[in-house]
Nanobody, 126 residues
Framework: QVQLVESGGQLVQAGGSLRLSCAVSGRTFSSYAMGWFRQAPGKEREFVAAIRRNGGSIYGSDSVKGRFAISRDNAKSTVYLQMNSLRPEDTAVYYC???????????????????WGQGTQVTVSS
């Protein structure tokens, strides 16, 4: 049984920073591609960032590029999302996801991931 547990979400003021963590158990973490998605109230779940097994990363919208950074620590079976210069529009539930076998064409798609965490709430006040 693969389990993903996110942590680090909280209330923060605009301009602040947070680091989200996602601990993975159950299988060899290094074999997964990992992604972060977010879902704001009334909106679809959207792709934020992903990191491949070889450490290569990809980011979603232009609004997060340059502000967010995804990383992984295979020794700790953990993926991180460092979020800087946070804005009220970053408010959402953030989910991490793991993919056993993902292609470039599906890395930004929810359907490309096999396992999901329960999410962690990030609220950015103005």
């Amino acid at each position: 049984q693969v389990q993903l547990v996110e942590s680090g979400g909280q209330l923060v003021q605009a301009g602040g920073s947070l680091r989200l963590s996602c601990a993975v158990s159950g299988r060899t973490f290094s074999s997964y591609a990992m992604g972060w998605f977010r879902q704001a109230p009334g909106k679809e779940r959207e792709f934020v960032a992903a990191i491949r097994r070889n450490g290569g990363s990809i980011y979603g919208s232009d609004s997060v590029k340059g502000r967010f950074a995804i990383s992984r620590d295979n020794a700790k079976s953990t993926v991180y999302l460092q979020m800087n210069s946070l804005r009220p529009e970053d408010t959402a539930v953030y989910y991490c996801a793991a993919s056993v076998s993902i292609s470039i064409g599906s890395i930004a798609s929810k359907s490309g991931y096999n396992y999901w965490g329960q999410g962690t709430q990030v609220t950015v006040s103005s």
